[in-house]
T-cell receptor, first 114, second 111 residues
Framework: EPEVTQTPSHQVTQMGQEVILRCVPI?????FYWYRQILGQKVEFLVS????????KSEIFDDQFSVERPDGSNFTLKIRSTKLEDSAMYFC????????????FGDGTRLSIL | GQNIDQPTEMTATEGAIVQINCTYQ??????LFWYQQHAGEAPTFLSY????GLEEKGRFSSFLSRSKGYSYLLLKELQMKDSASYLC????????????FGKGTMLLVSP
């Protein structure tokens, strides 16, 4: 079965530094998402992306965050100036259509801010 | 606002049946999802309900009552590998993409 792949699996960064998390969604999918999960807490929606623009975003997704689809396969999440509270597991997901019930999640990138 | 409640933990025995409940209060309703998440892994899709009633899929079934703001996930013939966190997530009217997740129910299956 096709998979969503994320790199790196673990990223350690100094506070204040920029970080880019990378995702390769399933090739025929059109909708892409980022979620995060702080250790021991619930999964939280960050942003959805379609047709090269953000379609929805949550309150968490402030000006420090940005997303990009730099080419035909990659989907990235950038955090401009990381804070300690950005430490979390970040999941990328993709789906064929916006309403489809099945979102395919990647294995996540664990981001640790020191 | 969105509020989703699930029990924090449940335990059950291999071969048994377990029901995991989820109640929600959301600004609009446009579907309820159940995901399974093993420790340190990504959530994997289990089921989706948008109309009232029971959806059955092998050993897993999910029920929805929109008037009561209530759903349950029923797991039959439990196996050790079913030990995981089960996440209830609701899509409201705030956005078609936006899923609001509950904190998850950690299920421990013992021999």
């Amino acid at each position: 079965e096709p998979e969503v792949t994320q790199t790196p699996s673990h990223q350690v960064t100094q506070m204040g530094q920029e970080v880019i998390l990378r995702c390769v969604p399933i090739s025929n999918h059109l909708y892409f998402y980022w979620y995060r999960q702080i250790l021991g807490q619930k999964v939280e929606f960050l942003v959805s992306f379609y047709n090269n623009e953000i379609s929805e975003k949550s309150e968490i997704f402030d000006d420090q965050f940005s997303v990009e689809r730099p080419d035909g396969s990659n989907f990235t999440l950038k955090i401009r100036s990381t804070k300690l509270e950005d430490s979390a597991m970040y999941f990328c997901a993709s789906s064929e259509a916006q309403g489809t019930e099945r979102r395919h999640f990647g294995d996540g990138t664990r981001l640790s801010i020191l | 606002g969105q509020n989703i409640d699930q029990p924090t933990e449940m335990t059950a025995t291999e071969g048994a049946i377990v029901q995991i409940n989820c109640t929600y209060q959301t600004s609009g309703f446009n579907g309820l999802f159940w995901y399974q998440q093993h420790a340190g892994e990504a959530p994997t899709f289990l089921s989706y309900n948008v109309l009232d009633g029971l959806e059955e899929k092998g050993r897993f079934s999910s029920f929805l009552s929109r008037s009561k703001g209530y759903s349950y996930l029923l797991l039959k013939e439990l196996q050790m590998k079913d030990s995981a966190s089960y996440l209830c997530a609701v899509r409201g009217y705030s956005g078609y993409s936006t899923l609001t997740f509950g904190k998850g129910t950690m299920l421990l299956v013992s021999p």
